[in-house]
Nanobody, 114 residues
Framework: QVQLVESGGGLVQAGGSLRLSCVAS????????MGWYRQAPGKQRELVAT???????NYTSTVKGRFTITRDNAKSTVYLQMNSLKPEDTAVYYC????????WGQGTQVTVSA
């Protein structure tokens, strides 16, 4: 059974930083491209960062230069370091395979105050 467990969210002021973690179980983590998605209130879920099985990252333009995605295959964990946070980054953040293949986890709430 696949399980994705996100953590690390919280309330932070604009300009602050957070580090999100996602632990995956029940999958062959090392061979999967993984990504971080987010869903803001009233908006569709969007993919903001991806990392290939080989560790190559890619970012949507809105987060490029501020967010960094990494992975630790030994721990079946993918991370998202978020710096210079903006109020528009407020959302529930989820991890999943890219393209999305598994049921969503519970996500982790990130709230950025102005």
């Amino acid at each position: 059974q696949v399980q994705l467990v996100e953590s690390g969210g919280g309330l932070v002021q604009a300009g602050g930083s957070l580090r999100l973690s996602c632990v995956a179980s029940g999958i062959r983590f090392s061979i999967n491209a993984m990504g971080w998605y987010r869903q803001a209130p009233g908006k569709q879920r969007e993919l903001v960062a991806t990392i290939t099985s080989g560790g190559s990252p890619n970012y949507t333009s809105t987060v490029k230069g501020r967010f960094t995605i990494t992975r630790d295959n030994a721990k079946s964990t993918v991370y998202l370091q978020m710096n210079s946070l903006k109020p528009e980054d407020t959302a529930v953040y989820y991890c999943n395979q890219v393209p999305r293949s598994f049921d969503w986890g519970q996500g982790t709430q990130v709230t950025v105050s102005a």
